[in-house]
């Protein structure tokens, strides 16, 4: 099944529609969400309007690409550096 990447404006509109009364199950068959995107929807964007959700997936993508440019800089000591560093046991006699 392809993974739908729904927009800030789409969410608001199932999140008003649920709050207004309208079933999950009901939401489900008009949206094609799971009922477990529909309570993540709710408890992460719940009170929020479109331009604040897009606001907070325009940090988190910002956040995410900061990372990485991070993590390829060097300047981040990753696992696979740490783990090359360790010596190796000797034999205890």
């Not at 404006?9 to 477990?36: C, D, F, H, M, P």
């Amino acid at each position: 099944m392809r993974k739908q990447q729904f927009t800030a404006t789409q969410i608001a509109q199932v999140l008003k529609e649920y709050s207004n009364g309208k079933s999950v199950e009901e939401l489900n068959r008009e949206y094609g969400v799971s009922k477990v995107t529909i309570y993540n929807w709710r408890k992460k964007y719940g009170g929020m309007d479109a331009s604040e959700m897009k606001r907070i997936k325009e940090r988190e993508e910002e956040n995410q690409s900061l990372k990485h440019m991070y993590a390829l800089s060097g300047n981040g000591v990753g696992r696979s550096q740490i783990h090359h560093r360790k010596k190796a046991l000797k034999p205890c006699h």
